[in-house]
């Protein structure tokens, strides 16, 4: 099957204070696919392995304690290696860039590296769980970041602590999605991951709370994310029902995605106040459209959410690799992917060893 063609676009190079932008080279060797003829187009990247929370779903606190050995700075990628890479990853078609971590906020200067992507002219977004977004949201956005997506799982303190294990009060992440849209990072996307019998009983409360705000809850499967959180099909609770529940209530009609490999299905309310998203990957896995890549803390690319093994960058990069040094390799991997697991997942792969999602990001 020939593969499929893909515009090219030059990414614009960093600024000096005055200099015009050098053109980036662009990439000599054409269109590139992966095995299932999926291009890459969106770029994941953890900018820390660590988080002041521990979601049960992610970095279940009996796996990361007190003892729990973090990764020393000095293997975190720095914000030029971040960014001399992600200029390749755009300059080979990536329009979307999206910080994650562990918790993005909790790195120093964060603002710093945003300034630095900004300058890419991609789509630069950020997941965050809100705690410390009341303070930063108006840096965040001056530096560039443009949208802003906000993790959580409940508006009740109990149940929302039943989730992410921590004593924190909700009001501070409303607060702080409040700040992101008075800062302009609107539309804000707040992502709720429901577990059956800790807090699905508060989907309802969480579409009613949101519903005309402009805001759009996203309604997300809990999923066999790395070999930590325990996870049983029983504990799952379809996106049809999700949307069977809040249909009762406020009717809702499926909206187009807005592109092809959008993560989220859409579903519009009836009476045109807002619309909700479901993530579906247990239950309707959506591996077909997948472009994403994910960039690890310690530079590792992850072809897939739930990959067991990374492919190294950061030697590459500390070997002083050109960029088209680093062009080949990401081509290389990306040209020998074929991952699908959500298609192919079983209780055997569902227990198998994977990558936890706090070191590659969600
Ligand atoms: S399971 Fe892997 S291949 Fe499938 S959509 Fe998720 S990240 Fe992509």
Redesign the pocket.
Known sequence: MPEKVIPIRPAPAFREAGASAPKAPRYAGGAFADTLGRSLRDLRISVTDRCNFRCVYCMPRDVFDEHYTFLPHSSLLSFEEIAKISRVFVGLGVEKIRLTGGEPLVRRDLERLIAMLSELGVDLTLTTNGSLLAKKARALKAAGLKRITVSLDSLDDATFKAMNDADFPVAKVLEGIEAAAAAGLAPIKINMVVKRGVNDTHVLDMARHFRGTGHIVRFIEFMDVGSTNGWRMDDVIPSAEIVRRISAEFPLVQADPDYRGEVAERWRYADGSGEIGVIS?VTQ???RD?N?LRLSTEGAMYT???GQSGHDLRTLLRSGASDDDLRDEIVAVWRARG????EIRTAETARASKVEMSYIGG
């Open positions: 990957s896995a959506f591996c997948c994403r897939c959410l739930f991952d699908r697991y959500s």
